[in-house]
C-alpha cells in the first residue's frame, strides 16, 4: 500500500504540473493582450472581487478538507457526508463577506454591486463540487482533478477575455464584470467536470455523492447518523487555526487594499500572478500530492478486534520504514527547493523588471511593476519551502499540536503586520514592502514547520538534520557574486536595447544554473535514481 501511495503522489503530482503548465501557457498568452486593455486601477478591483470569492470558499470548505485528507474514519463517504457542511456553510458565510465590503468604502466602479452578486453565486455552485472533490482526493484520482482544475483556469480566462475584448470593440463600459463573469466561468466548470467524472466512479467503487446513513459497527459514531464525530471533531480544532492561516496567506490583499493606493494594488496583483505562475504550476501540485502522501506514510495503524462482544482498539503503531520513506522524500524536496532558491535570488530580480517590460509592455513597467516583480523573486521560494513543509505539518500534527501552531501563528501575524505597516506607511515602500513583509511572514512560518519536523522524526528515532537540506558551499559563494556580474551585463548590454539586456542577463543566469547543477550532481544523481525506483 506504501509503494502505491508513493506511485500514486508521483504521478499525481506529474499530472498535476503538466496540466497546469499546459492551460497556464494558454491563459498567459490571452492575459498579455488582456493587460493592454486594463488599467492598474482596474485590476485592483478585481483582486477585492477574487478575495472575496477565495475567502467564501476557504471558511467553508478549507478544515473540512484537510481533515477528510489526513484521516480515514468511515472512507470515503464519510468524507463525502462531512464535505455538504462546506454547502451549507457558503450562503451565510459569502452573505456575511458581501455585507461586510459593502459598508467599506468602496471604490467607484460600473456594475461592482452586480459583480458581487455574481461572484458569491459563482462560490457557491462551485462548492457543489465538494463531495467530488473529496473523492477525489481519497481515491488519489488526480488525473480527473487536474483535468477539471485545468479546464476550469481555461473557462475562466477566455469569459474574461472574450468579455474584455467585445466591450472595448463596442465601446461599452462594462467595469468589472469581465472578472465576475470568469469567476463564474470557473465554479461551473469546476462542479460540472467533477460531477461528470466522479459519478461513474461513485457507481463502481459503491459509494455515494450524495449523503448516506453511516453504519456503527465500526466502532465510530456518527452525528445524526451522517457526520462521523472523530472528523467533525478534528475539524472545529482546525477552523480556528485554518482562519489565522487564511489571514497569513490573504491578509497581503486586505493590507495592501487598506494602506495602499488601487494603483498600488493594481501593480501588487499584477507582480502576484506572474510571480505566482511557477508556484501554481510546480509547487502547489507538488504540495497537494505531499499532503496525502504524508498522511499515508505517517498515519497510525490502529488495530480493531472484539472481545467478549466489545469493540476495542490496539495503542496506534507507525511502520518506521514509512516514517524513514517520509523523511527522505521531505529532505528530497526541500533541498531541491533551496537549490531553486539559490538561482531565484541571484538571477530573478534582474531579469524580471525585463520580461515583465516584454510581455506587458511599458504601460506597466514604467509604473514600477518591474521592480515590484523583482522584489517578488525573493518570495518565491520561502512560498515553496513554506507549502511543501506546512503540508506536512498538516498531515501529521496532533489536535494539541495544531492548537500550538494556531498560538504561533497568532505571532507570526503581528510580525507580518507590524512589518506592513513599517514597509508600507512609514518607510512608504508600496507594494514593494507588502512583499517583503510577506517574506518575513513565509520566514517565520518556515522556522516553526521545521522544527515541528526535526521534532516529529526525533521522537521516531529518525534522523532529519538541517544541514542535509543546505546547498553545497560554491553554489552558495556563487549567489553572492552573480548580482555584480548582472549589473555590470546591464550596462555592457543596454546599448542594444530590451533584447541585448535579456541576451545579456539571460547567458549569465544560464551558466550560473548550469554550474549550481554541477555543483549538486551527485546529490541530484541520487536524487533521480530514487525517483525512478
Same mark, same amino acid.
Given at each position: 500500500?506504501?509503494?502505491?501511495?508513493?506511485?500514486?503522489?508521483?504521478?499525481?503530482?506529474?499530472?498535476?504540473?503538466?496540466?497546469?503548465?499546459?492551460?497556464?501557457?494558454?491563459?498567459?498568452?490571452?492575459?498579455?493582450?488582456?493587460?493592454?486593455?486594463?488599467?492598474?486601477?482596474?485590476?485592483?478591483?478585481?483582486?477585492?472581487?477574487?478575495?472575496?470569492?477565495?475567502?467564501?470558499?476557504?471558511?467553508?470548505?478549507?478544515?473540512?478538507?484537510?481533515?477528510?485528507?489526513?484521516?480515514?474514519?468511515?472512507?470515503?463517504?464519510?468524507?463525502?457526508?462531512?464535505?455538504?457542511?462546506?454547502?451549507?456553510?457558503?450562503?451565510?458565510?459569502?452573505?456575511?463577506?458581501?455585507?461586510?465590503?459593502?459598508?467599506?468604502?468602496?471604490?467607484?466602479?460600473?456594475?461592482?454591486?452586480?459583480?458581487?452578486?455574481?461572484?458569491?453565486?459563482?462560490?457557491?455552485?462551485?462548492?457543489?463540487?465538494?463531495?467530488?472533490?473529496?473523492?477525489?482526493?481519497?481515491?488519489?484520482?488526480?488525473?480527473?482533478?487536474?483535468?477539471?482544475?485545468?479546464?476550469?483556469?481555461?473557462?475562466?480566462?477566455?469569459?474574461?477575455?472574450?468579455?474584455?475584448?467585445?466591450?472595448?470593440?463596442?465601446?461599452?463600459?462594462?467595469?468589472?464584470?469581465?472578472?465576475?463573469?470568469?469567476?463564474?466561468?470557473?465554479?461551473?466548470?469546476?462542479?460540472?467536470?467533477?460531477?461528470?467524472?466522479?459519478?461513474?466512479?461513485?457507481?463502481?467503487?459503491?459509494?455515494?455523492?450524495?449523503?448516506?446513513?453511516?453504519?456503527?459497527?465500526?466502532?465510530?459514531?456518527?452525528?445524526?447518523?451522517?457526520?462521523?464525530?472523530?472528523?467533525?471533531?478534528?475539524?472545529?480544532?482546525?477552523?480556528?487555526?485554518?482562519?489565522?492561516?487564511?489571514?497569513?496567506?490573504?491578509?497581503?490583499?486586505?493590507?495592501?487594499?487598506?494602506?495602499?493606493?488601487?494603483?498600488?494594488?493594481?501593480?501588487?496583483?499584477?507582480?502576484?500572478?506572474?510571480?505566482?505562475?511557477?508556484?501554481?504550476?510546480?509547487?502547489?501540485? *507538488?504540495?497537494?500530492?505531499?499532503?496525502?502522501?504524508?498522511?499515508?506514510?505517517?498515519?497510525?495503524?490502529?488495530?480493531?478486534?472484539?472481545?467478549?462482544?466489545?469493540?476495542?482498539?490496539?495503542?496506534?503503531?507507525?511502520?518506521?520504514?514509512?516514517?524513514?520513506?517520509?523523511?527522505? *522524500?521531505?529532505?528530497?524536496?526541500?533541498?531541491?527547493?533551496?537549490? *531553486?532558491?539559490?538561482?531565484?535570488?541571484?538571477?530573478?530580480?534582474?531579469?524580471?523588471?525585463?520580461?515583465?517590460?516584454?510581455?506587458?509592455?511599458?504601460?506597466?513597467?514604467?509604473?514600477?511593476?518591474?521592480?515590484?516583480?523583482?522584489?517578488?523573486?525573493?518570495?518565491?521560494?520561502?512560498?515553496?519551502?513554506?507549502?511543501?513543509?506546512?503540508?506536512?505539518?498538516?498531515?501529521?500534527?496532533?489536535?494539541?499540536?495544531?492548537?500550538?501552531?494556531?498560538?504561533?501563528?497568532?505571532?507570526?501575524?503581528?510580525?507580518?503586520?507590524?512589518?506592513?505597516?513599517?514597509?508600507?506607511?512609514?518607510?512608504?515602500?508600496?507594494?514593494?514592502?507588502?512583499?517583503?513583509?510577506?517574506?518575513?511572514?513565509?520566514?517565520?512560518?518556515?522556522?516553526?514547520?521545521?522544527?515541528?519536523?526535526?521534532?516529529?522524526?526525533?521522537?521516531?528515532?529518525?534522523?532529519?538534520?538541517?544541514?542535509?537540506?543546505?546547498?553545497?558551499?560554491?553554489?552558495?559563494?556563487?549567489?553572492?557574486?552573480?548580482?555584480?556580474?548582472?549589473?555590470?551585463?546591464?550596462?555592457?548590454?543596454?546599448?542594444?536595447?530590451?533584447?541585448?539586456?535579456?541576451?545579456?542577463?539571460?547567458?549569465?543566469?544560464?551558466?550560473?544554473?548550469?554550474?549550481?547543477?554541477?555543483?549538486?550532481?551527485?546529490?541530484?544523481?541520487?536524487?533521480?535514481?530514487?525517483?525512478?525506483?
Amino acid at each position: 500500500m506504501t509503494d502505491e501511495a508513493v506511485s500514486a503522489s508521483a504521478r499525481g503530482a506529474t499530472f498535476l504540473i503538466l496540466l497546469q503548465m499546459g492551460s497556464r501557457a494558454i491563459t498567459f498568452g490571452l492575459n498579455q493582450f488582456l493587460l493592454r486593455f486594463l488599467s492598474p486601477e482596474l485590476l485592483g478591483v478585481s483582486v477585492q472581487l477574487e478575495l472575496f470569492v477565495i475567502s467564501t470558499l476557504y471558511f467553508a470548505r478549507e478544515s473540512l478538507r484537510i481533515v477528510a485528507q489526513r484521516r480515514s474514519d468511515g472512507g470515503v463517504q464519510a468524507a463525502i457526508n462531512l464535505s455538504y457542511l462546506a454547502i451549507l456553510a457558503g450562503g451565510p458565510i459569502g452573505f456575511t463577506l458581501a455585507q461586510a465590503y459593502l459598508r467599506t468604502d468602496t471604490p467607484n466602479v460600473a456594475y461592482l454591486h452586480v459583480s458581487l452578486k455574481i461572484c458569491h453565486f459563482a462560490a457557491m455552485i462551485e462548492l457543489l463540487s465538494e463531495p467530488s472533490f473529496v473523492a477525489v482526493q481519497q481515491k488519489m484520482l488526480y488525473k480527473t482533478r487536474a483535468t477539471a482544475e485545468g479546464a476550469a483556469v481555461l473557462m475562466k480566462t477566455f469569459a474574461t477575455a472574450g468579455l474584455v475584448f467585445w466591450s472595448n470593440h463596442r465601446s461599452i463600459n462594462i467595469g468589472v464584470l469581465p472578472f465576475a463573469a470568469g469567476e463564474f466561468a470557473y465554479g461551473a466548470s469546476l462542479a460540472v467536470v467533477y460531477i461528470w467524472s466522479m459519478s461513474s466512479v461513485a457507481r463502481e467503487k459503491g459509494f455515494s455523492l450524495f449523503p448516506r446513513e453511516m453504519s456503527e459497527r465500526s466502532g465510530i459514531h456518527y452525528y445524526l447518523g451522517l457526520f462521523s464525530k472523530p472528523l467533525l471533531s478534528l475539524s472545529f480544532s482546525l477552523y480556528l487555526q485554518t482562519g489565522i492561516k487564511y489571514i497569513l496567506t490573504e491578509g497581503d490583499k486586505y493590507l495592501i487594499s487598506a494602506l495602499a493606493t488601487l494603483k498600488d494594488t493594481g501593480m501588487y496583483a499584477l507582480s502576484a500572478n506572474y510571480g505566482g505562475l511557477i508556484a501554481r504550476m510546480l509547487f502547489r501540485p *507538488i504540495e497537494d500530492s505531499s499532503r496525502n502522501l504524508f498522511a499515508n506514510l505517517c498515519s497510525d495503524a490502529v488495530e480493531t478486534r472484539q472481545i467478549g462482544g466489545i469493540t476495542k482498539k490496539s495503542e496506534p503503531k507507525q511502520n518506521n520504514a514509512n516514517i524513514y520513506q517520509a523523511a527522505t *522524500i521531505l529532505k528530497d524536496i526541500l533541498r531541491i527547493y533551496s537549490l *531553486i532558491s539559490l538561482i531565484a535570488f541571484a538571477v530573478g530580480p534582474s531579469v524580471a523588471p525585463l520580461l515583465l517590460r516584454l510581455v506587458a509592455g511599458a504601460q506597466w513597467s514604467d509604473t514600477g511593476a518591474g521592480d515590484v516583480l523583482g522584489t517578488y523573486c525573493y518570495y518565491i521560494p520561502l512560498l515553496a519551502v513554506n507549502g511543501v513543509s506546512e503540508a506536512f505539518v498538516s498531515a501529521t500534527a496532533s489536535t494539541k499540536d495544531l492548537r500550538t501552531q494556531s498560538i504561533w501563528m497568532g505571532g507570526f501575524f503581528i510580525a507580518f503586520a507590524g512589518s506592513a505597516y513599517v514597509f508600507l506607511s512609514v518607510l512608504d515602500m508600496g507594494a514593494k514592502g507588502l512583499v517583503l513583509a510577506n517574506c518575513v511572514n513565509m520566514a517565520s512560518r518556515i522556522i516553526f514547520n521545521l522544527q515541528f519536523v526535526q521534532r516529529y522524526f526525533a521522537e521516531r528515532q529518525v534522523e532529519f538534520h538541517f544541514t542535509d537540506l543546505v546547498p553545497n558551499l560554491y553554489a552558495i559563494a556563487g549567489t553572492a557574486v552573480v548580482p555584480s556580474l548582472l549589473s555590470q551585463a546591464r550596462h555592457i548590454f543596454q546599448q542594444y536595447g530590451l533584447l541585448g539586456d535579456l541576451v545579456g542577463v539571460g547567458s549569465i543566469g544560464a551558466v550560473f544554473a548550469a554550474f549550481v547543477l554541477a555543483t549538486e550532481r551527485t546529490y541530484l544523481m541520487e536524487c533521480y535514481k530514487r525517483f525512478r525506483t
